[in-house]
């Protein structure tokens, strides 16, 4: 038994039975199985809860096109630990690089809320990650989006002297990364991991695992344009905020958002591209939002 975690309580009501294989709070009334529990708390379709579940225990899904998703799914265990050993590689060398710390102060970011995100520093060095990755060779770095060959062969970081916002999944394992720079000018503002076969930029909204239960709590979430903006609204209790990922917001973001709460707040810079960017919001959501 536990406090449920689909409404908020003080003593615990949500119970779940192994020999039974459902859940059942006494408080609210939520009832279901495991496949259930990930559609409803996780947010997810039938299809990807199934994925989630059989992964979970090392199982492949079978798939109506292997093709389609790729034959090396079967590696994405092994990117995920690639991913983690970065993310404490980023949060460590954040922890010696003053001017680093200063502009996180800077911005009104304090240790704690900085932390509960994961944010780290990408070194201002061409091939920092080789101190996190004996194996700085290897293909699977360049898979994973960590590291660019370029066209004579020379391998570099791709991020380089950059605050670092680890992307998690529905489960909160790294997916990929975001880097914002410190110096305005150098390079553009925002960079983002490319898509592998762990990261899809049009199903993703940062942090939305970290935002979870407060959007249950409040009946409500609000999508922001960026990852510090999510950051920053945390840091002063707005605890249900998101954030797409450098792209346009897509229907499996609006069905990914109303599957946790009913009503979802655009908010969006007011220049010309942000009014554009709120317009192709609206647009999209009308074609998904269900009857209610």
């Known amino acids: ?64 096109d292997p093709s389609a998703r ?63 990755f004996p194996e700085y060779d290897a293909k699977v770095l360049v898979d994973c989006g960590l590291v660019i060959v370029n066209d004579e062969g020379r391998r570099y970081d791709r991020f380089r002297d950059r605050i670092m916002f680890p992307i998690q999944n529905q489960r909160g394992q790294v997916i990929g990364f975001g880097g914002r720079v410190i110096a305005a000018g150098d390079g553009p503002k925002y960079m983002n991991s490319p898509e592998t076969t762990l990261f899809e930029k049009g199903r993703e909204l940062y942090g939305l695992p970290q ?27 707005v605890e249900n905020a998101v954030a797409t990922l450098g792209t346009a917001t897509t229907s499996t973001h609006v069905v990914k958002l109303l599957r946790q709460t009913n009503e979802i707040v655009f908010c969006f810079d007011g220049d010309a591209a942000g009014r554009k960017a709120a317009w192709h919001a609206l647009e999209v959501s009308l074609a998904v939002i269900p009857d209610g």
């Open 1 to 64: 038994s536990a406090c449920c975690p689909f409404h908020t309580e003080k003593t615990p009501s949500f119970t779940v039975s192994p020999t039974k294989q459902f859940y059942h709070c006494f408080g609210c009334g939520a009832h279901g199985n495991a496949i259930s529990f990930l559609i409803e708390y996780g947010g997810l379709g039938y299809i990807d809860a199934l994925r989630e579940l059989a992964e979970s225990v090392g199982m492949k899904l079978p798939e109506l």
């Open 211 to 237: 935002a979870r239960q407060a959007i249950r709590t409040r009946a409500r979430v609000f999508v922001v344009e960026g990852y510090m903006d999510v950051v920053a609204l945390a840091q002063f209790g």
């Open 70 to 132: 790729g034959a090396t799914r079967a590696d994405a265990p092994d990117l995920f630990e690639l991913m983690l050993r970065a993310q404490e590689f980023y949060k460590e060398e954040l922890k010696r690089t003053p001017r680093a710390i200063e502009y996180l102060k800077g911005r009104g970011l304090t240790g704690k809320v900085a932390a509960r995100f994961g944010v780290g520093y990408a070194p201002d060095d061409w091939q920092g990650l080789k101190r996190a």
